[in-house]
């Protein structure tokens, strides 16, 4: 087995989830990422872990074959709950066979099925989780990257010397824990304010999210003022979604548009109230992502860009007495932020053209 893999396994196991004897281990994970699959079996199976393999989360072709199938009418499986419930630790595994498996079912569908998962999804957060990627051909492909070459990719981002990268974050949380306000100037297409008063800011170090590589937090829900060009593109739901313009007054997207697959966006937004709302704002940092794949999960983490998510907030970036934003959904889209760019705190330049205030080659 690729050295890597194992390497790989054991950060998830023991940076990212801090497994332990006797825990109850869920992998959810397609049959292409078989190899870290045995070898976190492996590492599982050294510390006395209880290991249990699924592929409910990333089995697309199973979950296509269902929703199209459905009437759209869903309900909660108990029987899926229960079993989060009697878990400790829950680890996801991004990689599959086709990555626009489910482009063919009904965003309104897709929506549905989506809400009545929800509770699912939220006794997966109160686990000991983490979501990482395997760098199967597909996913090379739709980075237009070789096989190896992706995987030299993904390991470059995956491996390394998470207390480093979370020293480097470290500064960037400084500056906005205390903060009130934040704005997000970006060309002359994006021009954002958002107050961030009393929410944490959070330093994603691999722990969650793996690789991670980005401070995050919170923005109050009724406070975002003005809009975004979001000029890197996203798949959702299978379909690739490109140049999304949000619009924003007292904290809803008033109106919105998209230049591909623009009905999927508006199904996002309909989804439930929370959807029109921005429910986190993330600063990406990890400069070992150096270039766009058409993955999220390293995508929003890039240096030189800012992301933010429509939908669900994370509760630990809520500040005691403020307001989550609750949702369904939770849908990140990124701004570049490498030149005619800034973003300020309480009205201070701490980032130009994607080059920080504490680091060299910042101008003011």
């Known amino acids: 087995m690729d050295p890597r893999i194992r390497e790989h396994a054991e950060i998830i196991a023991n940076h990212s989830v801090d497994l332990q004897e006797g825990d109850t281990v869920i992998i959810d994970a397609h049959p292409v990422a078989e190899d870290l699959v045995v070898a976190l ?3 599982i ?3 006395g872990a209880n290991p249990l393999t699924t592929n409910q989360r990333t089995g697309a072709r199973q979950r296509r074959a269902y929703l199209r ?6 309900e909660t499986p108990a029987h899926e709950l229960a079993l989060i419930e009697e878990t400790d630790v829950y680890i996801a595994i991004r990689a599959g066979d086709n990555v626009t498996q489910t482009s063919d079912v009904d965003p309104e569908t897709s929506a549905a099925y ?3 998962r929800q509770p699912i999804l939220e006794e997966r957060l109160s686990t000991r989780w983490c979501l990482t990627q395997f760098p199967a051909p597909a996913n090379a492909q739709l980075a237009e990257m070789s096989t190896a070459g992706y995987e030299e990719f993904v390991w470059d981002a995956v ?3 998470w207390d480093d990268q979370r020293a480097h974050q ?3 949380v400084e500056l906005m824990d205390p903060a009130s306000e934040i704005r997000i100037k970006s060309g002359e297409t994006t021009d954002v304010t958002m107050s961030i008063d009393g929410n944490p800011t959070r330093n994603d170090y691999g722990e969650h999210n793996l690789p991670g590589g980005e401070v995050f937090t919170a923005p109050v829900p009724d406070s975002v003022e003005g809009e975004v060009l979001f000029d890197m593109p996203l798949y959702h739901q299978g ?3 490109t140049d999304v313009y949000l619009e924003f007054e007292g904290g809803e997207v008033v109106s919105h548009s998209a230049a591909k697959n623009e009905e999927t ?5 309909n989804t439930d109230d929370g959807a029109r709302r921005l429910g986190e704002l993330g600063i990406g940092m990890n400069r070992d992502i150096d270039q766009f794949t058409y993955n999220m999960l390293f995508d929003e983490k890039m240096g030189d860009t800012v992301h933010m998510a429509v939908g669900r907030a994370y509760d630990d970036t809520v500040g005691e007495g403020n307001e989550a934003n609750a949702s369904a959904v939770h849908v990140d889209m990124i701004v570049d932020m490498s030149e005619d760019s800034l973003i300020e705190i309480d009205g201070e330049v701490v980032q130009r053209d994607g080059t920080f205030v504490f680091e060299d080659g910042f101008e003011q």
């Open 239 to 241: 379909r690739e979604i």
């Open 265 to 269: 966006l508006t199904e996002v937004l």
């Open 45 to 47: 199976g050294e510390i």
């Open 41 to 43: 079996h492996e590492v």
């Open 170 to 172: 470290a500064n960037m």
């Open 159 to 161: 491996n390394k010397d």
């Open 114 to 116: 989506q809400q009545a």
């Open 69 to 74: 199938a459905g009437d759209d009418e869903y």
